[in-house]
Nanobody, 123 residues
Framework: QLQASGGGLVQAGGSLRLSCATSGVTFNRYTMAWFRQAPGKEREFVAAIRWTGTSHYVDSVKGRFTISRDNANKALYLQMNNLKPEDTAVYYC???????????????????WGQGTLVTVSS
């Protein structure tokens, strides 16, 4: 199971840190990711971190967001800085053991999902 938290309302330029607690998976061997879904839009890849620690980001968040993981505590994080109104969405954490590099951005590649946490950025 995955449990996302940390969302909220923040002004543009502000910061939030999302967390994703996990249970029931061999966390340190899973690729973990964050996706987001804005109203009326498809679910969008935000960032992923492989069990090796290698991270990947969508271009729109590079330099502003940082994904990290704590294997000892089976937790995933997303530090979001310099938030923009277009970052407003429900953010989901996801996990999969077998997703390959070229498929990281596709939601259907992930077997496990959290319930989502809402991030609202006001202008």
């Amino acid at each position: 199971q995955l449990q996302a938290s940390g969302g909220g309302l923040v002004q543009a330029g502000g910061s939030l840190r999302l967390s994703c607690a996990t249970s029931g998976v061999t966390f340190n061997r899973y690729t973990m990711a964050w996706f987001r879904q804005a109203p009326g839009k498809e679910r969008e890849f935000v960032a992923a971190i492989r069990w090796t620690g290698t991270s990947h980001y969508v271009d729109s968040v590079k330099g502003r967001f940082t994904i990290s993981r704590d294997n000892a505590n089976k937790a995933l994080y997303l530090q979001m800085n310099n938030l923009k109104p277009e970052d407003t969405a429900v953010y989901y954490c996801a996990a999969d053991r077998g997703v390959i590099l070229s498929q990281l951005q596709f939601p259907h590649e992930y077997d496990y999902w959290g319930q989502g946490t809402l991030v609202t950025v006001s202008s």
